[in-house]
């Protein structure tokens, strides 16, 4: 099993749904993030929690929240899904001693 | 605001040739610097970390880092077919929270 496990994978969805992704993690890592890529655009910062009780904006958190239900879950929501989310979701943990981050296999979302 | 430029490429080299990928950052006080190998579809992975001055080889990759030209960038000896890939260039800024800073990606193709 993934280290870092995000749910759906794949999701198709209708302007002005509300959408949760939601990620798990395995490695016992304090500090999670959400990213968004987008072709060409690299990755941009959504959202990062360094622990239950502290989360903070990334570079791109508007129509975005977040939550943190405990040290191993860090879902993402879009309170009203627009088509320019449309894009590959990822979150990631990150090993505090290295700096290193590790990745979910993504979610691909597709806001119609 | 803080920056990591990648050229986006593509970037063609032959299958057996060295392939270089370079990338620049803004911050003079960055820390820790991140190569990400990343297929298409997929998730980044980590290739290799480097916080000090100098090359660091893992394998057929080598990270070079300068600090006083703030550029890094990474090697890739006998390009294999399986080293296409869009590379990710990351560092950590000072007062970036530990945040990592990614580059857009450059994308290799080596040809057989």
């Known amino acids: 099993d993934a280290d870092v496990t995000q749910t759906p994978r794949n999701r198709i969805t209708k302007t002005g749904k509300r959408i949760m992704l939601e990620c798990s993690q395995t490695?016992?890592?304090?500090?999670m993030y959400w990213y968004r890529q987008d072709p060409g655009l690299g990755l941009q910062l959504i959202y990062y929690?360094?622990?239950?009780?502290?989360?903070n904006k990334g570079e791109i958190s508007d129509g975005y929240s977040v939550s943190r239900q405990a040290q191993a879950k860090f879902s993402l929501s879009l309170e009203s899904a627009i088509p320019n989310q449309t894009a590959l979701y990822f979150c990631?943990?990150?090993?505090?001693?290295?700096?290193?981050?590790?990745f979910g296999e993504g979610s691909r979302l597709t806001v119609l | 605001q803080k920056e990591v430029e990648q050229n986006s490429g593509p970037l063609s080299v032959p299958e057996g040739a060295i392939a270089s990928l370079n990338c620049t950052y803004s911050?003079?006080?960055?820390?820790?610097f991140f190569w990400y190998r990343q297929y298409s579809g997929k998730s980044p992975e980590l290739i290799m970390f480097?916080?000090?001055?100098g090359d660091k080889e893992d394998g057929r990759f080598t990270a070079q880092l300068n600090k006083a030209s703030q550029y890094v960038s990474l090697l890739i000896r006998d390009s294999q077919p399986s080293d296409s890939a869009t590379y990710l260039c990351?560092?950590?800024?000072?007062?970036?929270?530990?945040?990592?800073?990614f580059g857009k990606g450059t994308k290799l193709s080596v040809k057989p």
């Open positions: 490695k016992g890592h304090d500090r």
């Open positions: 990631a943990t990150k090993d505090l001693y290295t700096g290193e981050l590790f």
């Open positions: 990351a560092v950590i800024a000072a007062g970036s929270q530990g945040n990592l800073i």
């Open positions: 480097i916080y000090s001055n």
């Open positions: 929690s360094f622990d239950v009780k502290d989360i």
């Open positions: 911050d003079r006080g960055s820390q820790s």
